[in-house]
């Protein structure tokens, strides 16, 4: 079945490490985005792809980097300048980038980093 | 920058009844879409509904149907016959010229037997 998944579903980390969060879309979308989930914050992006290495920041990029080496991959590594890691995180793809288009989302990601 | 409002943290309706959750959001944009998510305990975010600024029709999607008042910046969210599946996280989101979504902070619906 087409989809998105993003593994592991729950993380742990010490602080000071590095952590990296898969995100695979086998939809042959062309956009990925990644998103933070805090409670009563909704979500909020945190970088966005439309093509092969190529990926813009979003509205809180500080702390997170990404990759975008195939299509189908969208990996974000969370810093250790990330100064509050823990939270929910969400990858979405999209056909292209663009308002109209739909975002599909991944089943996320739960980070822990004590 | 883009704003989207939810003012109600949490709603409750009984089974069979009809809900409507609220949003305003904020915009200087005249082409836009708006988008209601749903995120049921799974964590698995949902589309909804997506209405285009554009359309002056309101969208509806079997039970679900949005009132879209553009003049008022208003786009709230009727969940007609509602069903126990039917509780969840529900955020407004809007998508403008920047091409990425916006979320507002979301209303937790709980639905009674």
């Known amino acids: 079945d087409g989809g998105i998944t993003q593994s592991p579903k729950y993380l742990f980390r010490k602080e000071g490490q590095n952590v990296t969060l898969s995100c695979e879309q086998n939809?042959?979308?062309?956009?990925m985005y990644w998103y933070r989930q805090d409670p009563g914050q909704g979500l909020r992006l945190i970088y966005y792809?439309?093509?092969?290495?190529?990926?813009q920041k979003g509205d809180i990029a500080e702390g997170y980097s990404v990759s975008r080496e195939k299509k189908e991959s969208f990996p974000l590594t969370v810093t250790s300048a990330q100064k509050n890691p823990t939270a929910f995180y969400l990858c979405?793809?999209?056909?292209?980038?663009?308002?109209?288009?739909?975002?599909?989302f991944g089943p996320g990601t739960r980070l822990t980093v004590t | 920058a883009q704003t989207v409002t939810q003012s109600q943290p949490e709603m409750s309706v009984q089974e069979a009844e009809t809900v409507t959750l609220s949003c305003t959001y904020d915009?200087?944009?005249?082409?836009?879409?708006l988008f209601w998510y749903k995120q049921p305990p799974s964590r698995q975010m949902i589309l909804v509904i997506r209405?285009?600024?554009?359309?002056?029709q309101n969208a509806t999607e079997n039970r679900f149907s949005v009132n879209f008042q553009k003049a008022a910046k208003s786009f709230s969210l009727k969940i007609s016959d509602s069903q126990l599946g039917d509780a969840a996280m529900y955020f407004c989101?809007?998508?403008?010229?920047?091409?990425?979504?916006?979320f507002g902070t979301g209303t937790r619906l709980q639905v009674t037997l």
């Open positions: 915009t200087s944009e005249s082409d836009y879409y």
């Open positions: 209405q285009e600024a554009y359309k002056q």
């Open positions: 792809s439309q093509i092969v290495n190529d990926f």
């Open positions: 979405a793809s999209s056909m292209t980038r663009g308002p109209a288009y739909e975002q599909y």
């Open positions: 989101a809007y998508a403008g010229t920047a091409s990425k979504l916006t």
């Open positions: 939809l042959n979308h062309d956009a």
